[in-house]
């Protein structure tokens, strides 16, 4: 009788153990299954609306970044209220920051048509902290105004992937280039991701190719400012835009500035008959006088939407 019950509990205890290796198999099973459905799920979102996921994506890590930073002690002291402001000095046709060794300094964004402004030592005045990448702490003077400097290189974007597969420091001159004009003059503080995530989702990102022309006159137009494909694209047509206030957007072709295709800026002309640029790719670039007609000799010729130079403006109110 107690051989028969020990035969018996043998045989229960080998069914219990063999329904819990069942058991682990099924939960792995279902595990799997979840997390592909997951992964095809989400790759199907990114597939079909890369706008919205890039978009997702970045408030899930700026959320994750302000977890971290809970309880985390200040890594530099604020500003004392004794602290030199920020200055700006106007020198050969454009404007230079000064004092700007921290990551803490600040500058007031200038929209509007005014030709000067004043400097508020109240931080709360601010919309755009300045980084410690001092190369790229410029700003530019221009026929509609002051302007702040936008590398597409900038360490604080060139990194980041526009349409989700191209790095900005290549292939970012078109988004680079309009959130310039209307970081300025429109009163929306927009950086060159900003303008990246907006082309693509309005179908002006080109893939591995950088941007589609219609990216000039649909942002600009989006953002209030007057836009218009440029009467001709000779001396005396573009010079005499520049000086009655407008500025310029130059798409160039093989030469100087590029081996292709790249946006510039040409934002006024000097009293000797020079001009002046913004060229997103090239700091060194942005602080040299050039020949007007240089740039009008390598523009690249091609009529859609506008091109090869745009005439950017103030809106008229008349």
């Known amino acids: ?38 992964t095809l799920s ?32 200040e890594e530099e002291p604020p500003l004392q209220s004794n602290s030199t402001p920020l200055n700006l000095q106007q020198s050969s046709g454009w404007l230079q920051t000064a004092n700007a060794s921290s990551a803490t300094d600040k ?24 980084f410690s990448n001092e190369d790229y702490l410029f700003m530019l003077d221009s026929a509609m105004g002051p302007m702040l400097y936008y590398n597409q290189g900038d360490s604080r974007w060139g990194n980041y992937l526009y349409g989700g597969m191209d790095a900005m420091s290549q292939y970012g001159c078109g988004p680079t280039v309009v959130a310039m004009l209307i970081h300025a003059f429109t009163g929306h503080a927009v950086t060159p991701p900003d ?7 309005n179908g002006f990102h080109s893939p591995h190719n950088g941007s589609r022309h219609g990216i000039i006159m649909g942002a600009l137009s989006a953002y209030g400012l007057q836009v218009e494909s440029a009467p001709g694209t000779d001396y005396d047509t573009a010079a005499g835009l520049l000086r009655s206030g407008h500025v310029l957007i130059a798409l160039m072709g093989k030469g100087t500035f590029s ?60």
């Open 195 to 201: 303008m990246a995530d907006w082309a693509l989702a």
């Open 259 to 318: 081996s292709d295709g790249h946006f510039v800026i040409i934002t006024n002309m000097t009293e000797s008959g020079s001009v002046r640029i913004a060229d997103c790719y090239s700091l060194e670039n942005t602080r040299q006088e050039w020949d007007l007609n240089l740039l009008l000799s390598e523009l690249k010729h091609s009529g859609d939407n506008g091109g090869p130079l745009w005439a950017v403006s103030y809106p008229n109110t008349n």
């Open 107 to 130: 500058v007031i964004s200038v929209a509007g048509m005014a030709k000067t402004f004043s400097q508020d030592p109240e931080p709360e005045q601010t919309d755009m902290e300045l």
């Open 42 to 73: 989400l790759s199907l979102f990114f597939y079909f609306f890369p706008a919205q996921a890039i978009r997702s994506f970045r408030t899930v890590q700026s959320f994750a970044q302000q977890l971290l930073a809970i309880g985390r002690p």
């Open 1 to 38: 009788m107690k051989k028969k019950e020990f035969g018996n509990h043998t045989r229960v205890a080998q069914a219990s153990g063999h329904s819990f290796g069942s058991r682990l198999i099924g939960a792995l099973l279902v595990s799997g299954c979840f997390l592909a459905a997951a």
